[in-house]
């Protein structure tokens, strides 16, 4: 299921909860054990080309509850990095305090990148929202200290076969 839209049910601790009640339970239980739904993000600064199948999926926990989302894009020999890559949320963002009107980066999750050869083999970072619901991949620059460098076609690495960019986070829907 992965999605539960409804309304957690409430009753007393000494009473049985109702069909009704008791069918809520369980569809929230589901969203929260059970697979997650797969969504078709945009991808921004990114060419798929060749790769593997995007990994996107997430759940959502009531309408106005958060969001939980797992992202993957591996390069293959035709796929691309541009600057500032990024992806769109299977959910739009809540306003604030994900995004404001000065533009300001505020993380909705980490991120994880990985070089399949050479060195500097991994990078870790965050993934950011400005105003819109695209999450844009940043990584930390130990050089630098910047915990939001930019990334582009040869920053950290050159991009290539083989590599990877991961994201995940939690956050809430507008």
């Known amino acids: 299921m992965g999605v539960y839209t409804g309304t957690v ?3 007393l601790a000494a009473e049985l909860p109702s069909a009704d009640k008791f069918t809520e339970l ?9 697979a997650w739904t797969t969504w078709s993000p945009t991808l921004s600064n990114l060419t798929l080309g060749n790769g593997p199948p995007v990994v996107a999926k997430y759940r959502q926990i009531g309408t106005h509850g ?3 989302y797992v992202f993957g894009f591996t390069l293959g020999s035709t796929s691309t990095v541009g600057t500032e890559p990024g992806f769109t949320l299977p959910v739009v963002p ?3 305090p994900y995004v404001n009107a ?5 993380p909705v999750g ?3 990148y990985r070089h399949a050869s050479g060195s500097p083999a991994s990078r870790i970072g965050v993934a950011v929202v400005f105003a819109t619901s695209v ?3 940043r990584y930390n620059n130990h050089t630098t200290g910047d ?14 076969t083989g590599d990877y960019l991961t994201g995940w986070g939690t956050y809430f829907p507008a």
């Open 9 to 11: 049910p409430t009753f």
């Open 26 to 34: 369980s569809n929230l239980g589901l969203a929260l054990t059970g």
């Open 66 to 68: 958060s969001v939980d």
């Open 94 to 96: 809540a306003t604030s």
């Open 102 to 106: 000065t533009g300001v980066q505020t």
């Open 110 to 112: 980490m991120a994880y």
């Open 135 to 137: 999450a844009s991949l």
């Open 147 to 160: 915990s939001l460098a930019q990334i582009t076609a040869t920053v950290p690495w050159t991009w290539a």
